[in-house]
C-alpha cells in the first residue's frame, strides 16, 4: 500500500482515467483540474450517474450525493470489465470507512484536500498496480458543489442531496456515517443559510441551482 505522502513512481505511460458521478457540476469540476495534467492524464470520460463506456485505467469515483461511501456504486465499478481500478474521492472517511471501501474492491481512498499534483500521482499508482489510501481528508481548494451559492459547506450540500431524496434524520446520519445530532446541526445550517422554514423548501431553494434541480428531478 501506498501512503500518501510517500513518493509514487509512475511507469511513464500516459493513463486514462474516467471522472464519475452524479452531478455533473462535481464530475466537470473534478476533470478540469485533472486535465493540468494532460501528459501523463487523459480525461476521457466525464459519466453523470453512468460507468464508462469505454476501457480506462481507473474510474475516479466521486462520492458526493452517494448513502454509505457510495460503497454499491463502488461495486458496479470494480465489476465493469471497462474500469482496470476503481478510486473513491471523498472529502470524509473514517477507519470504518476506508476499511469497507477497499474491502468492496476499490485500490484507492483518495481525500478530496489532495494538492492536485498529488491526486495525479495518485491515479498513477494506482494504475501501476499500487493500492493508495489518503491520512487526512477535507475539501478541495476550489471546489464546487451544489448549494454553495448560499454558502452551503460541502457536507451540508451532501445532506441537502440525501434530503431531497426523503431520508429521515436516521436514515441521513446512517447513510453519511454521522450521529444524528451532526445531521441536526447541518440542517440547522442549512435552513439559516438558505432562509429556509422546512426541508421542502430548502430543498426548493436549493433546487435553484441547475445541476441540482436536474438531479433531484431525474
Known amino acids: 500500500m501506498v501512503e500518501m505522502g510517500a513518493n509514487g513512481r509512475g511507469s ?14 462535481v464530475v466537470q469540476g473534478v476533470a478540469t483540474m485533472l486535465r493540468t495534467f494532460r501528459d501523463r492524464i ?17 474510474a475516479l469515483f ?3 450525493g452517494h448513502r454509505q461511501l457510495g460503497l454499491d456504486r463502488v461495486a458496479t465499478l470494480v465489476r465493469d470489465r ?10 470524509h472517511s473514517t477507519s470504518d470507512q476506508r476499511d469497507a471501501a477497499l474491502a468492496a474492491g476499490a485500490r484507492g481512498l483518495l481525500a478530496k484536500s489532495m494538492q492536485a499534483s498529488a491526486l495525479a500521482q495518485a491515479l ?16 478541495a481548494e476550489g471546489a464546487q458543489w451544489p448549494g454553495r451559492e448560499f454558502g452551503l459547506t460541502s457536507r451540508e450540500s451532501e445532506v441537502a442531496a440525501l434530503l431531497a431524496q426523503g431520508l429521515s434524520n436516521k436514515e441521513l446520519a446512517a ?6 445530532n451532526t445531521v441536526k446541526t447541518h440542517l440547522k445550517g442549512i435552513f439559516q443559510k438558505t432562509t429556509a422554514t422546512s426541508r421542502t423548501q430548502a430543498i426548493v431553494r436549493i433546487a ?10 431525474a
Open 208 to 217: 435553484g441551482d441547475a445541476q441540482f434541480a436536474r438531479r433531484i428531478s
Open 175 to 180: 447513510a453519511l456515517w454521522i450521529s444524528e
Open 82 to 91: 471497462n474500469v482496470g481500478a476503481v478510486a473513491v474521492y471523498t472529502g
Open 124 to 139: 498513477i499508482d494506482i494504475a501501476d498496480g499500487h493500492q493508495v489510501v489518503s491520512e487526512e481528508f477535507g475539501d
Open 42 to 58: 487523459d480525461v476521457v470520460e466525464v459519466d453523470v450517474r453512468e460507468n464508462p463506456h469505454g476501457q480506462v485505467d481507473v
Open 62 to 64: 466521486d462520492t458526493y
Open 12 to 25: 511513464g505511460r500516459r493513463i486514462k482515467v474516467a471522472v464519475v458521478n452524479d452531478y455533473e457540476l
